[in-house]
């Protein structure tokens, strides 16, 4: 942030909280939304595209979120209609805004930011207590009382929800007892320092998240689940947030306390005693960021491992057994409208269909697998592929006839060709870039053994930055909370 002067600065902070003004109701009629019932998406929310990107999980937060916009008041496949209700927003507060404002006179511009940084830090943790205590009583303890959902069913949906609510409140009432009687704060480091491996628990938590969506989205499925679920979202306590948005709010706070922490090093003078504990606070989340990103990626690779089924033994492929990466997967359609379920190995390109078994959602394989080391890619400009398989010569513009690009490989001296159809051109691109990637990563590990022996021990995705690398110049999607 550029140094302001500091009134200047308050009034930006006080614009960027306060919520829009109410608008005017429309009489214009609206097409009712439907379920959200698929797998959490994994990229940034452009047009809902449905790649899903793996090793990124925590770094950049763009893993199972769902879309939490609120569901339109429309006719309602079953249960009573529910009345529209105000939605409970939540205030945006500032240290400034909270303690003696005449306390700013004594401190320097850099200094008041350096409390709004601190201040935040803490105030994140008490709405982060408050949305996991949410979740809990609003959502967990109902559907078991009245027996909406097995208590085994919700364990492994809420994971370890629990665990998380003592780990934040000692973290909060820590900051607090730091903080004087005219609000300020001098030292949060050590405080960071001895906390911050508390954090391994998430671990687990964050592990099984890909499996409780894929739950979650199952029981959905059943009218009392859907039921009660929407009239939550219905509810002002809601926030217009889904379950799920509750449920991945931890993970959104693991990936931003780099962020936070950087904030207030950003601020704090280099002769502060404080600073030499940011600093190891700053290594010490760094560290245990990535480690939680690799066991989550590894947790994800094998979740979708063994959701595939195959038609003949020949389909089996040692890469597949032996990947620990899952770069990204998501919906294709080939020339004929077929729609696949694409998943891109480290080390191998799977083409799937998605079928259900056993009330279960598996991934029949289609195709022979494809080896990275031999796949060709090539992108088609809009209009050159025919969707009966043929090429035209990029004359036709057509909708129908946009966002194909093409693989190839050669398999017992002849070439086989795939041309697959992305939903935008958005994800077309996110495609070609993993799978370039992929290709980059495969060739400079076979090139330097030394670089394949550290990437065997992380589970980034061929198209991401090491986890182990330095995540403190991120950028996040904003979360709603």
């Given at each position: 942030?550029?140094?302001?002067?500091?009134?200047?600065?308050?009034?930006?902070?006080?614009?960027?909280?306060?919520?829009?003004?109410?608008?005017?109701?429309?009489?214009?009629?609206?097409?009712p939304?439907?379920?959200?019932?698929?797998?959490?998406?994994?990229?940034?929310?452009?047009?809902?595209?449905?790649?899903?990107?793996?090793?990124?999980?925590?770094?950049?937060?763009?893993?199972?979120?769902?879309?939490?916009?609120?569901?339109?008041?429309?006719?309602?496949?079953?249960?009573?209609?529910?009345?529209?209700?105000?939605?409970?927003?939540?205030?945006?507060?500032?240290?400034?805004?909270?303690?003696?404002?005449?306390?700013?006179?004594?401190?320097?511009?850099?200094?008041?930011?350096?409390?709004?940084?601190?201040?935040?830090?803490?105030?994140?943790?008490?709405?982060?207590?408050?949305?996991?205590?949410?979740?809990?009583?609003?959502?967990?303890?109902?559907?078991?009382?009245?027996?909406?959902?097995?208590?085994?069913?919700?364990?492994?949906?809420?994971?370890?929800?629990?665990?998380?609510?003592p780990?934040?409140?000692?973290?909060?009432?820590?900051?607090?007892?730091?903080?004087?009687?005219?609000?300020?704060?001098?030292?949060?480091?050590?405080?960071?320092?001895?906390?911050?491996?508390?954090?391994?628990?998430y671990?687990?938590?964050?592990?099984?998240?890909?499996?409780?969506?894929?739950?979650?989205?199952?029981?959905?499925?059943?009218?009392?689940?859907?039921?009660?679920?929407?009239?939550?979202?219905?509810?002002?306590?809601?926030?217009?947030?889904?379950?799920?948005?509750?449920?991945?709010?931890?993970?959104?706070?693991?990936?931003?306390?780099?962020?936070?922490?950087?904030?207030?090093?950003?601020?704090?003078?280099?002769?502060?005693?404080?600073?030499?504990?940011?600093?190891?606070?700053?290594?010490?989340?760094?560290?245990?960021?990535?480690?939680?990103?690799?066991?989550?990626?590894?947790?994800e690779?094998?979740?979708?491992?063994?959701?595939?089924?195959?038609?003949?033994?020949?389909?089996?492929?040692?890469?597949?057994?032996s990947?620990?990466?899952?770069?990204?997967?998501?919906?294709?359609?080939?020339?004929?409208?077929?729609?696949?379920?694409?998943?891109?190995?480290?080390?191998v390109?799977?083409?799937?269909?998605?079928?259900?078994?056993?009330?279960?959602?598996?991934y029949?394989?289609?195709?022979?697998?494809?080896?990275?080391?031999?796949?060709?890619?090539?992108?088609?400009?809009?209009?050159?592929?025919?969707?009966g398989?043929?090429?035209?010569?990029?004359?036709?513009?057509?909708?129908?006839?946009?966002?194909?690009?093409?693989?190839?490989?050669?398999?017992?001296?002849?070439?086989?060709?795939?041309?697959?159809?992305?939903?935008?051109?958005?994800?077309?691109?996110?495609?070609?870039?993993?799978?370039r990637?992929?290709?980059?990563?495969?060739?400079?590990?076979?090139?330097?053994?030394?670089?394949?022996?550290?990437?065997?021990?992380c589970?980034?995705?061929?198209?991401?930055?090491?986890?182990?690398?330095?995540?403190?110049?991120?950028?996040?999607?904003?979360?709603?909370?």
């Amino acid at each position: 942030m550029v140094a302001k002067d500091y009134p200047v600065y308050l009034l930006i902070k006080r614009a960027s909280g306060r919520g829009d003004e109410p608008q005017e109701p429309s009489s214009k009629r609206v097409k009712p939304l439907s379920r959200v019932t698929s797998l959490a998406s994994l990229i940034p929310p452009v047009k809902a595209a449905p790649l899903k990107r793996i090793g990124q999980t925590l770094q950049r937060s763009i893993s199972f979120r769902s879309d939490c916009r609120p569901e339109n008041t429309a006719p309602r496949p079953w249960g009573r209609q529910i009345a529209p209700s105000i939605t409970k927003r939540r205030d945006s507060k500032l240290w400034s805004e909270t303690f003696d404002l005449g306390l700013g006179h004594m401190l320097s511009s850099e200094e008041i930011k350096r409390q709004e940084a601190i201040f935040e830090l803490s105030q994140g943790e008490q709405d982060l207590i408050e949305d996991l205590t949410l979740a809990k009583k609003a959502y967990r303890d109902p559907m078991l009382k009245l027996s909406i959902m097995s208590e085994h069913e919700l364990n492994q949906i809420f994971g370890t929800l629990d665990s998380l609510i003592p780990l934040h409140e000692d973290l909060l009432s820590r900051l607090r007892e730091a903080r004087k009687q005219d609000g300020s704060t001098d030292h949060v480091g050590h405080i960071l320092v001895d906390w911050l491996p508390c954090l391994e628990t998430y671990n687990g938590y964050c592990s099984n998240q890909v499996a409780a969506k894929a739950l979650l989205d199952h029981k959905k499925q059943d009218h009392r689940v859907h039921d009660f679920l929407q009239r939550c979202l219905e509810s002002p306590f809601s926030r217009k947030l889904d379950l799920w948005s509750f449920l991945d709010i931890p993970r959104s706070r693991l990936v931003k306390y780099p962020l936070l922490l950087r904030e207030i090093l950003k601020y704090t003078p280099n002769e502060h005693p404080d600073r030499q504990h940011l600093h190891q606070a700053m290594n010490m989340i760094q560290s245990i960021v990535a480690d939680i990103n690799t066991q989550t990626g590894e947790s994800e690779c094998r979740y979708y491992k063994e959701r595939l089924l195959y038609l003949e033994s020949g389909q089996r492929d040692l890469l597949i057994d032996s990947s620990r990466i899952l770069s990204c997967h998501g919906e294709l359609k080939n020339n004929r409208g077929v729609k696949l379920h694409v998943f891109l190995f480290q080390d191998v390109l799977v083409v799937t269909r998605a079928i259900t078994q056993n009330e279960q959602l598996c991934y029949q394989l289609h195709q022979q697998p494809i080896p990275v080391r031999d796949l060709e890619w090539e992108d088609l400009q809009d209009g050159e592929i025919r969707l009966g398989g043929s090429i035209r010569g990029a004359f036709s513009n057509s909708e129908r006839t946009k966002n194909f690009f093409r693989v190839a490989f050669r398999s017992g001296g002849q070439l086989q060709m795939h041309c697959f159809q992305a939903r935008d051109a958005f994800n077309k691109q996110q495609w070609l870039n993993c799978i370039r990637q992929a290709k980059e990563a495969l060739g400079s590990t076979e090139s330097d053994p030394q670089t394949a022996a550290r990437c065997s021990d992380c589970s980034a995705d061929a198209s991401a930055e090491c986890p182990q690398m330095d995540l403190t110049d991120l950028t996040l999607t904003p979360v709603k909370t």
